[in-house]
């Protein structure tokens, strides 16, 4: 039996240190830009809390609405993306953030496994809003997220046509991406291959029962090999106790599977039988081949927590064969997940206490900055 200390992500568990300290304790330059509030209102009519910053110099010429990944947030209170903030208002280009749903003075619960669909909703209010509010620069506004943000934005960019432009970061492909991030991890840590396969497809093979019905006794035996290694305990903030068949906690673990299964299979999840991997968004390529605004997608050579080749990949076969397609993509060497220059790029280094003081890629910022500039979305200089 799994006993949990922390509710897991379904599919990039543990995302959460991006939105806490994502890109805020470097900076480029003395800021020159104001910061106001910001509320939306969801389609649950939940109010969020959020900020816009605005430069100083002149009015913003667009806007970038920052697409938030796992985890929870302290945008607000915490000053969060300042550096971001900073390196784009120098250019004429707002800045829009909030909270999430029971995050900060957003209202709402704080679901860690907030559907995709949802964080779309909250780009769309937010876009909604700043038309609304006549907000400088509505007429040109984009999106920038990391990580789990590539598949909101696209789902967004779907349902919202006055969307001008997406910066991918480190972004996402069809599939989940944890079986990544696990065997990374592992192979990291020292495994042998025999061993990376071997943990891997204990937690394929229990995902695979979980998904197609399968009972609470199999799906027991099957992911052993999965639940039972000390370093996916370490890695999932999760312990592993083995429940006898017939003893209460036996019943209470059947219990909570059996209600999780049925909630899952009637959500109208699905995976792929081929990998056993998750599909997070029904029909993603076609949606990623409507897509006819900018897009600059960015990854780092070292990132071992989504595989960026196959989304790179993807961005190539989709995006990048569209008519007038306009797709930029740049892979920097020896940047991580967050673009930072780790030694290994691997998610429980980004767990230490150091990890922020990692610097940034030399020419990130300048690279979104540019990119933006050239396409027409900066302030024309003086």
Known sequence: ?????????????????????????????????????????????????????????????????????????????????????????????????????????????????????????????????????????????????????????????????SIRFWISVSGTEVHENWGYLLRSTLTIAGYDEAKVNSVYQGWVDKNKVYWTGGDYATYLATSKPFWQDALVQQLTGQTYNEPEPGSLAYAAGRKQYLENQSQWMASGSSFNPKNGLEIVIKDFEPMLQAVSIPVLAIFGENDRQVDWRITKQLYEQTIGKNVGEDLVIKVFEGADHNLRLSPTGDFLETQQEDYWQYPLVDGYYELMTQWLCAKGFCAAKP
């Open 1 to 161: 039996m799994v006993q949990k200390k922390m509710q897991l992500s379904g599919f990039l568990m543990g995302f959460w240190w991006l939105l806490l300290a994502a890109f805020s304790n470097q900076t480029l330059a003395a800021d020159d830009f104001t910061t106001g509030p910001f509320w939306l209102t969801t389609p649950k009519q939940e109010k969020l809390s959020g900020i816009i910053s605005r430069p100083s110099h002149a009015e913003a010429t667009s806007i970038v609405i920052i697409v938030h990944g796992y985890g929870r947030t302290n945008v607000v209170q915490g000053d969060h993306y300042r550096t971001l903030r900073s390196a784009m208002t120098a250019q004429g280009i707002a800045v829009v953030v909030w909270d999430k749903p029971g995050c900060g003075d957003s209202e709402g619960e704080f679901d860690i496994n907030q559907p995709i669909a949802s964080s779309a909703d909250e780009v769309l209010a937010a876009v909604k809003k700043l038309h609304q509010n006549e907000e400088p620069g509505s007429d040109q506004i984009g999106l920038w997220g990391v990580s789990r943000a590539g598949w909101i934005a696209p789902l967004a960019i779907s349902q919202e046509p």
